[in-house]
């Protein structure tokens, strides 16, 4: 019997399930040699210029960070090409998620997503005591925008609908869709006065498929659409969470009212500005990306494994048998992969894209553990 009485859609809520720590899996399975590919992390690790830039900022510690995150914004501004009045910063991107579904959303109201999206929008939406609206993916496993777009026409809960997340490419199918889809969604959205449109575009700079349109250029123009990225991924700061939402005027200063004044702590603030001015990790970061996931693609087709073309630094392949009895044989050879049962997914692993040696290695155990 539960001591304190809250909400059913609390008690109810299913946690947010993170890649297994590397020191569990030591300390579990008793392996020395521990290969991660759990998590979407950067694999370069650290950049030198960003190491540098918290070293010089330690002595200011013992004062509170800058709220309006004036240098980053700046150096955001720089970086991307969208004015910094249009951006705010979040602790990740988890906590600008959070504050979106709680802003624009009243309790039982509900926000639309698709099957195999993100699983964040649901905890978050769960944890605000607003619904969830999802629909079934396409047979390719992508988002099916028209049927989204058919539930803002057609479902009766139409009208409580406030918010849209559309993760653009998606984790974890690593796939994306495409402009005209977009386009074409976005005319229905706009009969809806008062929808915000999210494209949660943390994969953003991995992406390849020459369809592909980031929604972020319409920020400015099209006040229904927000565009959340994030450093944790291809600037490799996820250790540090920082977040940034690209919106309409009225949905930052929204934002801003509601978020903790320091929600972004200072190392985390010089550690992005060093990060976004290093060109060339990023550029090392997507070509490391794009060759193992070539290398990826080339050992998972020899190995007759079914996967999903991917505009992340992951992939999602099909192992074909029960991926609970794989992923622990894996985990006795010291690799530790991302199976996906919370997203209804029986059979399948996702692979995150590491240092070549890495990803052989998690290729040489695959082999190994399937009998391939
Ligand atoms: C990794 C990821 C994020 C990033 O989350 P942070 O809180 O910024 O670390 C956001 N959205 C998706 C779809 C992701 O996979």
Redesign the pocket.
Known sequence: MAKFQVSKSISSLVPYKPGKPISETKREYQVDEIYKLAS?ENPMGVSNAVKQAIINAIDDLYRYPDPANFDLLQSLESAWGTAKALMTIGN????I?DLLIRIFCEPGEFILTSEAA?V?YEVCAQGARVGVIKTPMTDDFKMDLKKMADILKNDPRKDQIKVVFI?NP??PTGSYVNQKEVEEFLFVAAERSGLLVVF?E??NEYVRASDYSSAQNQVGKNHQIAV?R????AYGL?GL???VLAADQEVIDLVNRVRNPFNINSLAQVAAVAALQDKDYLKRSQELTWQGLDYFYQELTSMGLPYIPSQ?NFVLFDTRRNVVEVNESLLKKGIILRPVLNYGLKTHLRMSVGLMTENRKAIQALKEVLGL
């Open positions: 979407n990740g991107s988890n906590e998620i993100f964040a993760p998606n984790n949660d943390a994969y959340v994030t450093l944790s991924k996820a969470r920082v977040g992340g």
